[in-house]
């Protein structure tokens, strides 16, 4: 099933609440990938996206999200997202339903899967100064990604900087995922919205 008509059975219904969102996952053979703070996501193993529900308000990954889906492919270095929902829960608050592309955790183990430009581009993250990633990386150096790659730099920066007063980065190996079988790394989650 494409995301475009899975995407247009989602929206035949009036979704109401995660836990509803979720019962029409279950019944279309999706399964839990896995929980953060904010959200859960959600994949079949035949399906090359995801979908990802968020149970707690997060206006900073709203934000991001919503910036992807205005701003189609920036670089390979962004996720693909088919769409963006939201819902209002019976608090009265606004959540959001992503539709995003498959990708795998990226961990030790597969480094050895990523590209020379997803290289480049996890040197350049891991020496940012509010990176929080501890992954073991090959001793490159980020230079010719970063001479190549301004417009993903100026875009995440800008995602900060814009957020500053409600969010922080959230640049945590988690939040760094592997597109297969191209070896691009994707930057999946930058922000982290601030308790209020
Ligand atoms: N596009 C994706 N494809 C496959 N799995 C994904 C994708 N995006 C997130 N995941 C997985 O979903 C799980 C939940 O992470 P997710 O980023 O959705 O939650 P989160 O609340 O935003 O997390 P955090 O606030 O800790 O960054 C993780 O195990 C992550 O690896
Ligand atoms: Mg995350």
Request: glycine content about 4%; aromatic content about 14%; some cysteine.
């Amino acid at each position: 099933m494409s995301p475009k008509y899975f995407i247009r059975e989602f929206d035949k219904h009036d979704h109401t609440s995660s836990y509803e969102i979720k019962r029409f996952l279950k019944k279309n053979h999706f399964k839990s990938l896995g929980s953060g703070e904010f959200c859960t996501t959600y994949g079949n193993d035949e399906l090359p996206y995801v979908v990802k529900v968020n149970n707690k308000p997060d206006p900073a990954a709203y934000r991001f999200y919503s910036i992807m889906i205005s701003k189609k492919y920036v670089s390979k270095h962004f996720p693909k997202i088919y769409d963006l929902k939201t819902y209002v829960s019976s608090y009265g608050e606004f959540k959001f339903v992503v539709f995003m592309e498959r990708l795998y955790k990226l961990n030790n183990k597969n480094l050895k899967n990523v590209n020379k430009t997803g290289n480049g581009f996890l040197q350049w993250m891991m020496e940012h100064p509010s990176s929080i990633i501890s992954l073991k990386c090959p001793n490159v150096s980020s230079n010719e990604w970063q001479k190549k790659n301004e417009v993903t730099i100026k875009t995440i920066n800008a995602m900060v900087d814009s957020t500053s007063n409600y969010a922080t980065s959230d640049f945590h190996e988690g939040n760094l995922m592997l597109r297969l079988p191209t070896g691009d790394v994707v930057l999946t989650d930058p922000l982290c919205s601030l308790r209020t």
